[in-house]
């Protein structure tokens, strides 16, 4: 899946052949599937407000194909968690991503013209995506991926390493900052994240010292950024995205507990967008912001169950982390941290055929069974033997 596709027929008949396929496989273990299904009600919830949001929707049609689209997506995360572990994920997903960094290195070498950008971007790796943000964004995924079969994988190291120095010279290509920001505060974190494993009378006097640590360092960020910023490249306005943000919080005010539908506002200049284009000057595909994004869809109502599952998500990691020994173990929380991360300068939360939605969803659901029980439920017990 890759993020964010037009809205072509012959695209849509491609997804719908996966959707067509995924129901297929999810019936052939619908006892499994079941099991994992009902353990995270919040996220069907938000899914399920997505797909009613037709009824209020700006654009019905669209948002009536796409909240489809989400279901079908969000089926795909489903059949991950319930057939495979964590572990077998992140396998299964560097071989895709090793697959995506050979063909974006055939197209920016072979193909300049499609894997190379011009324009006011030019020079700029975007490989087999659409624009170099995007591209940007899939390389921290793919680093951290092969970051962590690297770091478990006992033979062929060779791979996952060449994987990680490729992602991250695609990375620099890419020309993306807000992607390079978000890979160095990724791995800075690692670190950081392995004192959660320690015995409580270590990692608290040192989580303690870590967050004194961070709110003193936020607080000097703050008061130069301006400096920092200007260092990278950007202003203040993060080229031109909080610019915006006032005239979105305006519509937001207008339909604060529903919104204007999922994907409802962004539709042209017969949309609610067009206050928001004709206010700053430029068309803007979405907000920019994640968060933002899903209140104009979704309204508040939306916001508060998509925080909830987050939360109880995150809440998991940290226990999952502490359960695990492995480099796996990582994944669930550097994955959501990546999540929060990604949505502060760019939108992909609830995003209909796309991989970060998706793998949000197969996290959410892998956390709730144990590892010690993930290899024994999904692959090794049979589907007669588990009781939804």
Known sequence: MISGPPDFPQIQLLFLLNYLVTLFLLTLRWKKAIYVFNKATVIWLLIGISVVSILWSFTPAITRMRSLALVGSSLFGLYLASRYSIKEQLKLLMWTFGTVLTLSLLFAVALPKYGIMGGIHAGAWRGIYVHKNIFGKMMVLSALIFWLQASSTKQKRWFPWLGLGLSVCFLLLAKSTTSLINIVTLFTLIPIYQTLRWRYHLMIPAVIAIVTFSSSLSLWITSNAATLLGTLGKDTTLTGRTDMWP??????????????????????????????????????????????????????????????????????????????????????????????????????????????????????????????????????????????
């Open 247 to 388: 005239y979105i919080w305006e519509m937001i005010e207008k339909q604060p507990w529903l919104g204007y539908g999922y994907s409802g506002f962004w539709q042209g200049w017969n949309s609610p967008a067009a206050y928001v284009w004709r206010a700053v000057q430029w068309s803007a595909p979405n907000s920019h912001n994640g968060l933002l994004d899903l209140w104009l869809e979704l309204g508040a109502l939306g916001v508060a169950v998509f925080l909830l599952g987050f939360w109880a998500t995150f809440i998991r990691s940290l226990a999952w982390l502490r359960q695990t020994k492995s480099s796996e173990g990582f994944w669930p929380l550097l994955y959501l941290t990546n999540m929060v991360m990604a949505n502060l300068g760019e939108s992909s939360l609830l995003n209909h055929n796309d991989i970060f939605w998706v793998l949000y969803v197969a996290v959410a659901l892998s956390l709730f069974i144990l590892p010690q029980q993930q290899a024994k439920i999904l692959t090794r017990m049979p589907a007669s033997k588990i009781t939804a």
